[in-house]
């Protein structure tokens, strides 16, 4: 325990100076309007050199100082979360380079740089979620790793066409070229993020990484690997512009996330999920070029959601590794102040007033009702999926505080101080930070809504909210399940069939790689070209060893053929 401690301990602190120092420089560098490129020469000879590009702006430098906070305090709550694993010092380490793969991407303005921290989240993430080495972790891993190949394919792509401009500094390309002429560059990007991101379509790997250990679904799922795809976004948002694609397969994921959401008994998904639908959320404010307020949201949700995790992994740690909220009675009995946190949070999800998650999502739906252009039918779209929020906040509160105590409180293990310190940091920063964020970073401003927006937002609010009983009453939804009449609810309630398009419309295609490689890179191709070429020349050379073997009886023969053919020639 003592050696556990030290190294979680060590880590957790030193990120979380490092934290402090980047949040203040990025205050710092805002108030200043500061950018600072850093050059790093790797190797040089003659006219090539290598050069190692850091660039360090606010966003870079604040942003950066989140990800460290949280992830301090992810390794402080490992400590006894994680304590008794065997390999607990491995799990530390993994999570170490994830940050550090995810600091790399965030500072680095070259796209050859970017990819290498990208491949770092995708590797490194394979590798936490497949960390307890089962069938269900193994399934979950592999459908991660591939659902962010295929960004990593489009990054290289990237790559590829940006030789087109003479270089990979994706800082300058904006300023340097239309956004007409990049619109190649800015595809790609957008297939990039939607991957890292789990837009649809590529939504089922998401709630299937919930197989890892719950320290790492708080860091993924907050700041990391997730936001790694809206970061990126906001990064060519010059390029990006005002994107109608964007937008409709932003609001489709809100809604899928949200109805799912709602139909889900497993604590850590209906978690994922919710994430889910505030990505959806930050892709449409970047599809509408407010790329600042995304980035403004994306630092409250990372606050708040990172808390609701690790509240999560109490309950579940306390409750005998129970996930199913159906058996999570009356956990604020047993655990009153992670219970409090918790409810905190999930207003905070919510955006209830003066809490951290309201200053962003609110800003971002009075601009999105005030800026005009659409029909009505997707303004009614985006304030489902945006009251969905609330409805399935309430439900998961209901099912864990409100619901008589269950037979798994016999085995609660109460609560740590080691776990509850990181988390009352957390909280104080959930509850705090999003003031703190709107009076730094955003001017001003006052908003004032037409009537019939009002009137709109009030109607659906009253609908959504007379609908919460029947989603509370989960015995008769599930009765209706069963009894197949609800074909549609449980259509939602799987993602739109979007994991099994995910799996099985894929298998053909794998095995048919399968008999590519026994066929042919086990079969002729080895052959003709592996083994078979490698047996060929072997039988030339022992022909050939053949006459430089010098036995005797060979010697007195060349000697005489010698003989014979000098006296030929005289």
């Given at each position: 325990m003592h050696n556990y401690f030290k190294i979680s301990m060590y880590f957790g602190c030193m990120l979380f100076i490092f934290?402090?120092?980047?949040?203040?420089?990025?205050?710092?560098?805002?108030?200043?309007?500061?950018?600072?490129?850093?050059?790093?020469?790797?190797?040089?000879?003659?006219?090539?050199?290598?050069?190692?590009?850091?660039?360090?702006?606010?966003?870079?430098?604040?942003?950066m100082g989140f990800v460290l906070v949280i992830s301090s305090m992810v390794l402080i709550y490992s400590t006894i979360y994680m304590s008794g694993e065997v390999y607990f010092v491995r799990f530390i380490w993994m999570v170490y380079l994830f940050v550090v793969s995810m600091v790399l991407l965030i500072i680095s303005p070259n796209m050859i740089s970017i990819l290498l921290g990208w491949d770092g989240l995708g590797l490194v993430s394979y590798c936490l979620v497949i960390y307890y080495q089962n069938i269900k972790s193994a399934n979950a891993g592999m459908l991660t790793i591939l659902s962010n190949r295929v960004g990593d394919v489009a990054i290289l792509l990237c790559i590829s066409w940006m030789f087109n401009y003479g270089g990979w500094n994706s800082y300058y390309?904006?300023?340097?070229?239309?956004?007409?002429?990049?619109?190649?560059?800015?595809?790609?990007?957008?297939?990039?993020?939607?991957?890292?991101?789990?837009?649809?379509?590529?939504?089922?790997?998401?709630?299937?990484?919930?197989?890892?250990?719950?320290?790492?679904s708080s860091l993924v799922h907050s700041s990391t690997l997730v936001t790694a795809g809206v970061f990126l976004l906001i990064r060519f948002s010059s390029?990006?512009?005002?994107?109608?694609?964007?937008?409709?397969?932003?609001?489709?994921?809100?809604?899928?996330?949200?109805?799912?959401?709602?139909?889900?008994?497993?604590?850590?998904?209906?978690?994922?999920?919710?994430?889910?639908?505030q990505l959806g959320v930050m892709m449409m404010t970047i599809s509408l070029g407010l790329s600042e307020m995304a980035f403004m949201h994306l630092l409250s949700h990372a606050l708040f959601k990172s808390?609701?995790?690790?509240?999560?992994?109490?309950?579940?740690?306390?409750?005998?590794?129970?996930?199913?909220?159906?058996?999570?009675?009356?956990?604020?009995?047993?655990?009153?102040?992670?219970?409090?946190?918790?409810?905190?949070?999930?207003?905070?999800?919510?955006?209830?007033?003066?809490?951290?998650?309201?200053?962003?999502?609110?800003m971002i739906l009075e601009n999105y009702f005030l800026m005009g252009g659409l029909n009505y039918m997707i303004y009614s779209l985006v304030l489902i999926s945006i009251l969905m929020t609330g409805v399935y906040s309430m439900r998961l509160a209901y099912m864990l505080f409100l619901k008589p105590v269950g037979g798994k409180k016999l085995n609660n293990l109460g609560e740590d101080l080691w776990m509850i310190s990181p988390m009352s940091i957390l909280f104080y920063l959930a509850v705090m930070g999003g003031s703190f964020m709107l009076w730094s970073f955003m001017p001003p401003l006052l908003i004032v809504l037409s009537l019939f927006m009002k009137l709109m937002v009030l109607l659906f609010s009253?609908?959504?909210?007379?609908?919460?009983?029947?989603?509370?009453?989960?015995?008769?939804?599930?009765?209706?399940?069963?009894?197949?009449?609800?074909?549609?609810?449980?259509?939602?309630?799987?993602?739109?069939?979007?994991?099994?398009?995910?799996?099985?419309?894929?298998?053909?295609?794998?095995?048919?790689?399968?008999?590519?490689?026994?066929?042919?890179?086990q079969g002729w191709v080895e052959y003709m070209m592996g083994q078979g070429f490698m047996l060929k020349i072997s039988v030339l050379y022992d022909s050939s060893y053949y006459f430089n073997y010098l036995n005797m009886s060979l010697y007195f023969s060349l000697f005489i053929m010698l003989v014979v053919i000098c006296l030929v020639i005289i």
């Amino acid at each position: 325990m003592h050696n556990y401690f030290k190294i979680s301990m060590y880590f957790g602190c030193m990120l979380f100076i490092f934290s402090v120092m980047s949040l203040v420089l990025g205050l710092n560098y805002y108030s200043l309007n500061k950018v600072i490129f850093i050059e790093w020469e790797l190797y040089s000879m003659g006219s090539v050199s290598i050069i190692m590009t850091l660039f360090l702006d606010w966003m870079s430098l604040t942003f950066m100082g989140f990800v460290l906070v949280i992830s301090s305090m992810v390794l402080i709550y490992s400590t006894i979360y994680m304590s008794g694993e065997v390999y607990f010092v491995r799990f530390i380490w993994m999570v170490y380079l994830f940050v550090v793969s995810m600091v790399l991407l965030i500072i680095s303005p070259n796209m050859i740089s970017i990819l290498l921290g990208w491949d770092g989240l995708g590797l490194v993430s394979y590798c936490l979620v497949i960390y307890y080495q089962n069938i269900k972790s193994a399934n979950a891993g592999m459908l991660t790793i591939l659902s962010n190949r295929v960004g990593d394919v489009a990054i290289l792509l990237c790559i590829s066409w940006m030789f087109n401009y003479g270089g990979w500094n994706s800082y300058y390309l904006p300023m340097m070229f239309t956004s007409a002429s990049l619109w190649v560059v800015g595809s790609l990007v957008i297939i990039a993020a939607l991957t890292s991101s789990a837009q649809i379509p590529f939504s089922a790997w998401l709630p299937a990484a919930m197989a890892a250990p719950t320290p790492v679904s708080s860091l993924v799922h907050s700041s990391t690997l997730v936001t790694a795809g809206v970061f990126l976004l906001i990064r060519f948002s010059s390029l990006v512009g005002v994107s109608l694609f964007l937008m409709m397969i932003s609001l489709w994921t809100m809604f899928m996330a949200g109805m799912n959401a709602n139909l889900e008994m497993d604590l850590k998904k209906i978690i994922a999920l919710s994430t889910l639908s505030q990505l959806g959320v930050m892709m449409m404010t970047i599809s509408l070029g407010l790329s600042e307020m995304a980035f403004m949201h994306l630092l409250s949700h990372a606050l708040f959601k990172s808390l609701l995790f690790l509240c999560a992994g109490v309950f579940i740690h306390g409750m005998g590794d129970t996930q199913d909220i159906r058996g999570l009675g009356g956990v604020s009995m047993l655990t009153p102040v992670t219970s409090l946190y918790f409810l905190g949070c999930s207003l905070s999800l919510c955006g209830f007033p003066f809490l951290s998650g309201f200053y962003s999502s609110d800003m971002i739906l009075e601009n999105y009702f005030l800026m005009g252009g659409l029909n009505y039918m997707i303004y009614s779209l985006v304030l489902i999926s945006i009251l969905m929020t609330g409805v399935y906040s309430m439900r998961l509160a209901y099912m864990l505080f409100l619901k008589p105590v269950g037979g798994k409180k016999l085995n609660n293990l109460g609560e740590d101080l080691w776990m509850i310190s990181p988390m009352s940091i957390l909280f104080y920063l959930a509850v705090m930070g999003g003031s703190f964020m709107l009076w730094s970073f955003m001017p001003p401003l006052l908003i004032v809504l037409s009537l019939f927006m009002k009137l709109m937002v009030l109607l659906f609010s009253f609908i959504l909210m007379s609908s919460l009983y029947f989603f509370m009453s989960a015995s008769y939804l599930e009765y209706l399940l069963k009894a197949n009449k609800l074909i549609m609810m449980g259509y939602f309630g799987n993602m739109m069939n979007m994991p099994i398009l995910s799996t099985s419309l894929f298998m053909p295609m794998y095995s048919y790689g399968l008999k590519l490689v026994k066929n042919l890179d086990q079969g002729w191709v080895e052959y003709m070209m592996g083994q078979g070429f490698m047996l060929k020349i072997s039988v030339l050379y022992d022909s050939s060893y053949y006459f430089n073997y010098l036995n005797m009886s060979l010697y007195f023969s060349l000697f005489i053929m010698l003989v014979v053919i000098c006296l030929v020639i005289i």
